[in-house]
């Protein structure tokens, strides 16, 4: 099976190849297959894109936002008609079942593109009146070339939730998707161009660390939006600063889901299920850390367990499978080592905690309770299909202790209780929180961390504000008095 593109890079609206670049085999999770080599951007590849980018900017946001708009709602009819050759890509890309990766994949980032394709018309600055013949006004204007640097667990959706605000606004972008998953966002350029977006507007080039380094030092950028890891945005936005540029950074996290002895546990292992196994754990702002009141502890594990075993894995292209290999031989590991020091360190495995015998990446959904808070697998993101059941007694204890982390992205709460559930909420340190639910990420929303997991936030109206600046023009219609 070969899933080749055109070319490496996407360009100046057409597909640009340097085979000069450092080769980048795309392997298939499933199978450990090569299915596409592709090649890191030279120098001259990254002059190129910035160089037209540059170029086409300024054009691009002297349209109207109406005109803006259209171009990003028409991308957003085009995704939805090819949702499913465009999911199938993404499975190819990650591995992520079919089944998922039809709903929330290039649906998301349609609904990206139509959310801000319909703002695009409304974005304006403001009239301050000053009394007495002054007054002051505001024009909201781009920023200019913004960088996106990709993660590799939503390929399709990074690609639009960054370009789409970015484009709105008037700005061109030059995105990076992550060197695992470098398929998924040349087709957004792609369709971007066969909507009418002007050559240029939306590039995207391939490569490891250094080329997005070279993106983010250009003196040309004005922003850069990273979803990755913390490590690499300290590094990035440390980057950013030096030239002074905007940043979004959309970091990782280890976030706590909080179950008290009221809830509905039915719910409860819904939302944990969401919030640990959906992507095979590969999602930013899962509820890794599972506090459940120690009233109810065995009967959450009872049925989790129970539930657990209904899950289907296998080839994530047949469409009954819903969980799927780690997106590669590397994250694996990675993951299979934190299985081991779970263990190591004392858990109980209650379930899973060993790699599947199948071709390709697979692990099994995995739950370790009587998680203590010191425990590495209850402090580090593991970014794998790995729950940590921890036990608490009072509602004042649980919230220190969740609260109790560098990270900050999101965080949940389980409870039939209006008033605590308002109250807890009121008390998380993270970005993004959840009441009877868990890891819904609606473009109309704020999305985005706190502490550690971020700066900024993507989707709303927010996303607006860091996509834009505004310019203030102070008028006066009286004569200028001087003291000489
Ligand atoms: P990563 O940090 O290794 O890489 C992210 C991207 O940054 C890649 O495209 C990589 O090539 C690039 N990069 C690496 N070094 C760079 C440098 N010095 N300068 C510029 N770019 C550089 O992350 P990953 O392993 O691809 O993704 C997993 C991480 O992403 C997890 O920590 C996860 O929590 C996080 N994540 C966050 C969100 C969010 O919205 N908050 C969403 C998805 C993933």
């Known amino acids: 099976m070969k899933v080749q593109p055109k070319a490496s890079h996407f360009i100046d609206g057409e597909y640009v190849e340097d085979t000069a670049g450092t080769p980048i085999d795309v392997i298939y999770p499933a199978t450990g297959e090569v299915i596409a080599r592709l090649h890191s951007a030279t120098p001259q ?47 190819h890309d990650t591995g992520k079942p079919l089944q998922e990766t039809l709903v929330a994949d290039a649906t998301s980032g349609a609904d990206a593109l139509e959310y801000f394709g319909g703002l695009a018309g409304s974005l304006t600055g403001e009239h301050i009146p000053l009394g007495g013949g002054e007054f002051v006004y505001t024009i909201r204007e781009a920023l200019g070339v913004c960088v996106g640097i990709g993660a590799w667990n939503y390929p399709t959706q990074i690609a639009c939730w960054k370009g789409a605000p970015a484009l709105a606004c008037g700005n061109a972008m030059v995105f990076k998707p992550s060197e695992t998953t470098p398929l998924s966002a040349l087709k957004v350029a792609e369709i971007l161009i066969e909507s009418g977006a002007p050559k240029g507007i939306y590039n995207v080039v391939q490569g490891y660390g250094d080329v997005g380094a070279a993106l983010v ?35 990782g996290g280890k976030s706590p889901l909080i179950v008290f002895d009221d809830a509905d546990i039915e719910n409860a292992v819904s939302g944990a299920i969401l919030g ?3 992507s095979s754990g590969q999602v930013c702002s899962n509820g890794t850390r599972v506090f459940v009141q120690k009233g109810i502890k065995e009967a959450f594990l009872s049925r989790l367990t129970e539930r657990l075993a209904n899950v289907k ?44 015998d199948l071709p390709g ?42 609260n ?19 109250r807890v909420v009121a008390g998380f340190e993270a970005g993004t929180c959840y009441i009877n639910t868990y890891n819904l990420a609606p473009v109309e929303a704020p999305f985005g961390g706190s502490k550690m997991s971020g700066v900024g936030r993507e989707n709303s109206k927010l996303a607006i504000n860091h996509y834009s600046e505004m310019k203030t023009v102070y008028v006066s219609m009286n004569d200028v008095e001087a003291p000489y």
Do not use: C
């Open 313 to 356: 894995i296998g080839d994530p292209m047949d469409e009954a499978v819903n969980f799927g290999p780690m997106v590669s031989e590397a994250q694996m590991n990675i993951v299979l080592g934190y299985i081991e020091r779970g263990k190591a360190e004392g858990a109980r495995l209650v379930h899973g905690g060993a790699r599947l």
């Open 361 to 402: 990446f697979y692990i099994q959904p995995t739950v370790f309770a009587d998680v203590t808070d010191d425990m590495t697998i209850a402090r580090e993101e593991i970014f794998g299909p790995v729950m940590s059941v921890v036990d608490f007694e009072t509602e004042d204890e649980v919230m220190a202790r969740a």
């Open 404 to 422: 109790a982390t560098e990270f900050g992205l999101a965080a949940g709460v389980f409870t039939n209780d209006l008033t605590r559930a308002h």
């Open 276 to 278: 640990n196994f959906y």
């Open 217 to 251: 030092t250009d003196p040309r950028v004005a922003k850069v939006s990273l979803t990755g890891s913390v490590p690499t945005g300290r590094k990035v936005y440390a980057a950013a600063a030096e030239g002074m540029k905007h940043v979004t950074m959309e970091l």
């Open 45 to 91: 590849i990254i002059e190129q894109a910035l160089t037209s980018a540059k170029r086409a900017q300024k054009a691009w946001a002297a349209m109207t936002g109406t005109e803006r708009g259209r171009v990003l709602r028409r991308a957003a009819d085009i995704m939805r008609e090819r949702n499913r050759e465009l999911s199938i890509l993404e499975t």
